[in-house]
């Protein structure tokens, strides 16, 4: 019997598990969208200067490795276009249904009962039955807005990052920015650029490090594509550099005083006053919070019509943002580069497991996952990205295909033995397993981050090697479920 497959987002996640279904002649699935295009948080992020802070050589699937990048560092537009490139290619757009929200998934006994609601056309709910659940809606999708009294009562133009209000000329305004985080400091340079003054809000300092970014000339982009074998050894690369000097680094390891050192140099090379260098020098570990890869947030900082400000923000006044010292900084529009609600897993859907269980109940105290894939009380219901895969020093898309490839082992073992989920006893070896590694990461070091629920648990990133991850989801997965 060939699963019916419900796949939950087309971003990264769920187009890499459509297209390896279609490689590999499973045409029974569904991809529902609840927006009107693909690509996920590609789509929604579209501010000045998003990009991505992983090379674009290794930040794409491994059986589409493109020869047609033009730069080191993508940017959202080109991302977004690979993926409609590659979509189109193993011709899977025509099973994504978009404008077609999941709001609830039920286990029945022996499949899922998926209910969503399209936008256009009638309004009243739908259900369908599936066998299987893949879900695939991303970490970073639900914007986080800060609970700062009086934000409601602001007079000007208010929008999140990633909602940005194209509509809205930054030209010669009064800009408030509050947060300083990864998209914070892609967007300040070209809205510096463009205000008459803007004013950072900023909470942490970031470590930052520079971006050794540019562009490949049309020889270099002809050698990839005809050379045999040389984008798969520059892939190959980028991705060793990552697990071998980045990764450690997160691990206390040989690299960390490299990376303070760097990213102390980039400071202090970019940031003259020493005013203000002691304003963007943190007092937490680097890579406690994601690092910063940028190396034109800095100047932006530097110029005459930008003023950086630590004091606590009070409240958002009709005029501005009052801070802690009494004064009100008069702005006429606020952008909010403050995140997103990472840890709320799987957010808006309701899913109920076996004997009705909720997954947002079982997760009250942070949501965790075998292999950040199944979940007990879950049958047949697979994560992508899920709890405890985020990685702070490679990419995404590696662990992303390391877990379709689990779920791609489960689906024989499910079809000719009904129903399986992951044990209880395997999810316990497994949450054990977690907490010792987690003892040697930095993560832990005192900082916040959108790493960590609202108790200090980390709940996001995965802590060992993405090595050890490949060979932890490629093992049989009979033993670590039941079936029935």
Known sequence: MTPRIAIIGAGFGGLCMAIRLERAG????????????????????????????????????????????????????????????????????????????????????????????????????????????VAAVGQLNRPHLPDIPGRSTFDGVAFH????????????????????????????????????????????????????????????????????????LYREWI?????GTLYPAL???????????????????????????AKLTPDYPPGCKRVVIDSRFYPALTRPNVEVVTDKITRIAPGGVETSDGRLHEVDTIVYGTGFRSTEFLAPVDFAGR?????????????????????????????????????????????????????????PYLTSRGPMEVRAETMAAWRAQLARAMDGMVWGEGCQSWYKTATGRVTNNWPGPTTLYRRLTARPPGGAYKFG
């Open 26 to 133: 499973i045409t029974s699935y569904t991809v529902f969208e609840q927006a009107s295009g693909l690509g996920g948080t590609w789509r929604d992020n579209t501010y000045p200067g998003a990009g991505c802070d992983i090379p674009s050589h290794l930040y794409s699937y491994s059986f589409e490795k493109y020869t047609s990048w033009t730069r080191r560092y993508p940017g959202q537009p080109e991302i977004l276009g690979y993926l409609a490139h590659c979509t189109d290619k193993y011709d899977v757009r025509r099973k994504i249904r978009f404008d077609t929200a999941v709001t609830a998934a039920a286990f029945d006994g022996t499949g899922w009962r998926v209910t969503f609601r399209p936008s256009t056309g009638t309004a009243e709910p739908r259900v369908e039955e599936f066998d299987v659940v």
């Open 161 to 232: 990052s990633a909602r940005w209000n194209h509509g809205h000329d930054l030209t010669g305004r009064r800009v408030a920015v509050i947060g300083t985080g990864s998209s914070a400091a892609q967007f300040i340079p070209p809205v510096a650029e463009r205000a008459a003054r803007l004013t950072v809000f900023q909470r942490t300092p970031n470590w930052v490090i520079p971006k050794p970014d540019a562009e490949f000339s049309p020889r270099t982009q002809r050698a990839f594509h005809f050379v045999p074998g040389l984008q798969r």
């Open 251 to 277: 691990a206390g390891g040989w690299s960390a005083d490299l990376l303070r050192k760097r990213a102390l140099g980039h400071l202090h090379a970019q940031v003259r006053d020493p005013a203000l260098r």
């Open 239 to 243: 991705y060793r550099y990552a697990e």
């Open 355 to 411: 004997d009705g269980r909720s997954l947002r109940e079982q997760w009250r105290e942070g949501a965790e996952a075998y292999l950040g894939i199944a979940v007990p009380g879950f049958p047949n219901l697979f994560l992508l990205y899920g709890p405890n895969t985020n990685l702070g020093h490679n990419s995404i898309v590696y662990m992303l295909e390391c877990q379709v490839e689990h779920i791609m082992r489960c689906l």
